[in-house]
């Protein structure tokens, strides 16, 4: 299903205007999107730091599969909290949160489904899932089992209402025994699949 926005007074870049305009969408899932074709603005192909203008019409093309069906499976979980609305799993690494065209199933919401109802808000291929984690990170993540309790999280996390903390294990010779690194993370430019701060 595709969605149309007309942009009154919504001016800026166009994948930060995207993502505030569909908060289904995150601002480096718009840059892609915009830079893939599949976000348009008045029927062209912009780049995503495209300045938007009074009476833009945005274009965001679904071109995901309609039949995919995401099976259930019995994969164990390690369940750190749940109630009726949330569950809390401590994702290992070398797991996939998501099925993608990649990783049709063994993918935490192939297990999740499993265990519970998940929301729906996000579709069927990422259904519960409010935030994600790289596939080789491991760690928490929070997975809403309503629509209800996924729009509270998405606006808790929007708003950064939750603490978010990372651990890293680093290999070579580190100078200082503690410290912060206080740097933006992006993909490496030299491997598009690892992280690096800049």
């Known amino acids: 299903m595709s969605k149309k926005f007309e942009i009154t007074d919504e001016l ?50 679904d071109l995901q599969p309609k039949s995919v069906q995401i099976e259930p499976e019995n994969i164990p979980l390690d369940i750190v909290y749940e109630d009726d609305d949330v569950i ?15 990783h049709p199933n063994h993918t935490l919401v192939n297990a999740l489904l499993f265990h519970s109802p998940l929301s729906t808000i996000n579709g069927q291929y990422r259904p519960g899932i409010v935030h994600r984690i790289d596939k080789d990170t491991s760690g928490l993540l929070m997975v ?6 996924h729009r509270a999280l998405s606006e808790q996390l929007k708003a950064k209402k939750n ?13 200082e025994n503690t410290g912060v690194i206080n740097a933006p993370i992006g993909r490496s430019p030299k491997d598009r699949k690892n992280r690096q701060s800049f």
Do not use: C, F, W
Not at 26 to 37: H, Q, T
Not at 88 to 99: A, D, L, R, S, T
Not at 144 to 149: E, L, S
Not at 163 to 175: C, E, N, Q, S
């Open 12 to 61: 800026g870049r166009l994948d930060k205007i995207v993502s505030e305009l569909d908060s289904q969408i995150s601002r480096s899932k718009a840059k892609k999107m915009i830079e893939d074709g599949t976000i348009t603005v008045n029927d062209e192909k912009k780049k995503p730091k495209y300045e938007t203008k009074p009476a833009d019409i945005i274009l965001v093309q």
């Open 88 to 102: 809390v799993v401590n994702k290992p690494q070398g797991m996939v949160v998501h099925p993608s065209a990649g």
């Open 144 to 149: 809403a089992k309503n629509d209800d309790a």
């Open 163 to 175: 603490l978010r903390k990372y651990v890293a294990l680093v290999h070579g010779r580190i100078k």
